[in-house]
DNA sequence: ATTAAATTGTTAATTTATAAACAAAAAGAT
DNA sequence: ATCTTTTTGTTTATAAATTAACAATTTAAT
C-alpha cells in the first residue's frame, strides 16, 4: 500500500550514507541502482519525482541529495516508537541497537503478562492497559505489534484509539484500520512460503 | 521481485484454514476480499491464474481450494530452513512455535562466535564454517540471514556457494545473488520510516 | 416452468510501475 | 573555440497490476 518510490528512497539513503562514510563526495544513479539492485533509470526517475536534482555530468552530490531525503523523510525529529508484545520479537527488537542511527526510539513496551514486565529492559515497560497514557503523554504515533495473532486485532483497535497512526505488525493477520491508520505487515512465514514457491518453480524449470 | 498474486495466494490459505476451523464449507470472494483488504475482483482474478475454480451462486469449496493451494505451495512435504546468525533476530525465530503449522522447519543453526552456539537450543548449532556440510548432507535449499549488515554479503555468498536457492534476509543491504538465487528483504526499520513518511504527510494533509 | 437474484470467471479498461529513448547540459579533449 | 563524451532529466513506450464490466450459470422463489 505504501508507493514503492519512497520504500527506494529510503534505500537510496542507506546507500548514500554508506558512499559517504567511504569518502566519496559525489555518485552517479548508476553507481546507485547497481547496488540497490534497480535500473539507472529508476533512480532518475525516483530522484525526478521528489526533485532531487544533479549535476549533469557530475552527477549527484551526496551531502546535498541526503539533506533533502533527511527533509522528506522528517530525519530533523527522532521518531517515538511504542512496541506492544514483550515475547520472542518483542526482546529482540528491545535489544537492537539500530534505531538510534536512523532517528527513531522506542521510547515504550506493553505486554499482558506481568511477568514480561519485570524483565529488566533498556527501556521502560508498562502493562498493556496503560497504552492510552503512555501514547498521549509521549505523543507518539508509531506502534509495533508483537502479540499472538488472536490478541492483534484487539490491541490494534486499542492503539488507534489511543492516537497511534502508523502500526508495523508482526502477527500473521490483516489488522481492520480506519483509513488514516497505515498497517505495514512483517510476514516472516510468508515470505518463506513465497520463497519455495518460486525455488520449487526454477528447479522445475531447470530440469 | 517475488510476484503479488503469489503473495496473496498465500494469504488467502491463511484466511481459508481460518474459516474452515471455523466450521465453514464455502465461502465467497467477497468475503475473503474483505479479511485480506482487497477487492472481490482481485480474489477472483488471482484464482482464475492459477485455476482455482468456484461455484457460481454457491462461491468456493475450502477444503477443495486448499488442496489446490497446498498443492501449488508445495505443503505436501516439509521444508528445511537453516538460519546463520544466532543473536537477538535469530534467536526468537529459533524459539518461535508457528514454522511446523505451516510446513517447515529449522534443521539448523550457525553462528561464528562460539558463546552462540553453546546456548541450549531447540534445533542444533554449528560454527559457521559447517554451513555447506550440512546444507548438502540435509539438502536445504532455504535460508535465512540474521547476521550484521557487514557479514551478510559474505554469508550469503557462502550459502549461494553450499546449494541455498532462497534467502531471507534481515540485513539492511542489498544481496548480490546469481540470478537462480532469490533473496526477499526484511526491514524493519525501513518499514517504519516509511510509516514515518506516510503518517506525517497525512497529518499535514488534514491540516 | 419461468423468473429473479446471486456469484463466478473472463474480457476490457484503467491505472500504476518500469524500461527505453533521447535531447540538453556540462566537462574535458583537441 | 569547437567537438566529443558523459550523465542527467524528461518524455515516450512497454509491461504489470488493479479495477470495472458483464455474460454465463446456478440456485431459489414464484
Ligand atoms: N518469533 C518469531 O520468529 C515469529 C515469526 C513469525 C511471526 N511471528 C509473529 O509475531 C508475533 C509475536 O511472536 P512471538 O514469537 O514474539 O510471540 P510470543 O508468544 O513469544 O510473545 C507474545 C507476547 O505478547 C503478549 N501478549 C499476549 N496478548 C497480549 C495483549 N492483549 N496485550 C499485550 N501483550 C500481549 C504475551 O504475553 C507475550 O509476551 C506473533 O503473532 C507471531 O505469530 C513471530
Ligand atoms: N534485532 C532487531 O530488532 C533488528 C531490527 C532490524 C534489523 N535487524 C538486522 O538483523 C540483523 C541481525 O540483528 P541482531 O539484532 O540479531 O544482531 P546481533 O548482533 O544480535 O546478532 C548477530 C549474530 O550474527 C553473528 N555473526 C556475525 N558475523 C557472522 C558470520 N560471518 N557468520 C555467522 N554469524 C555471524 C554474531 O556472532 C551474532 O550472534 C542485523 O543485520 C540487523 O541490522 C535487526
Known amino acids: 500500500m505504501i508507493k514503492k518510490n519512497i520504500q527506494r528512497i529510503i534505500q537510496y539513503r542507506m546507500c548514500l550514507l554508506r558512499f559517504q562514510s567511504l569518502g566519496f563526495e559525489r555518485i552517479f ?21 521528489f526533485h532531487l536534482r544533479g549535476n549533469k555530468k557530475a552527477g549527484y552530490l551526496i551531502q546535498d541529495i541526503l539533506d533533502q531525503i533527511n527533509d522528506l523523510l522528517h530525519k530533523e525529529d527522532i521518531h517515538k516508537i511504542i512496541m ?16 538510534a542511527n536512523r532517528n527513531m526510539q522506542l521510547v515504550a513496551g506493553f505486554d499482558i503478562d506481568p511477568a514480561k514486565l519485570k524483565k529488566n529492559c533498556r527501556i521502560p515497560t508498562f502493562s498493556a492497559k496503560e497504552i492510552p497514557v ?7 504515533h508509531i506502534g509495533i505489534i508483537a502479540v499472538p495473532e488472536a490478541a492483534a486485532q484487539e490491541v490494534c483497535n486499542n492503539m488507534v484509539e489511543a492516537g497511534i497512526k502508523g502500526i508495523l ?39
Chains 1, 2 share one sequence.
Open 29 to 49: 544513479s548508476y553507481t546507485l541502482a547497481q547496488e540497490i539492485g534497480v535500473s539507472p533509470e529508476q533512480v532518475r526517475k525516483d530522484f525526478s519525482q
Open 84 to 99: 506492544v508484545g514483550l515475547g520472542n520479537i518483542g526482546q529482540a527488537l528491545i535489544k537492537y541497537k539500530g534505531f
Open 134 to 140: 503512555v501514547v498521549q503523554k509521549e505523543n507518539v
Open 169 to 207: 505488525n508482526f502477527a500473521p493477520v490483516m489488522l481492520k484500520t480506519p483509513p488514516d491508520v497505515v498497517v505495514q505487515n512483517i510476514s516472516v512465514c510468508g515470505d518463506l512460503e513465497a520463497l519455495v514457491y518460486v525455488t520449487e518453480k526454477n528447479k522445475k524449470q531447470e530440469s
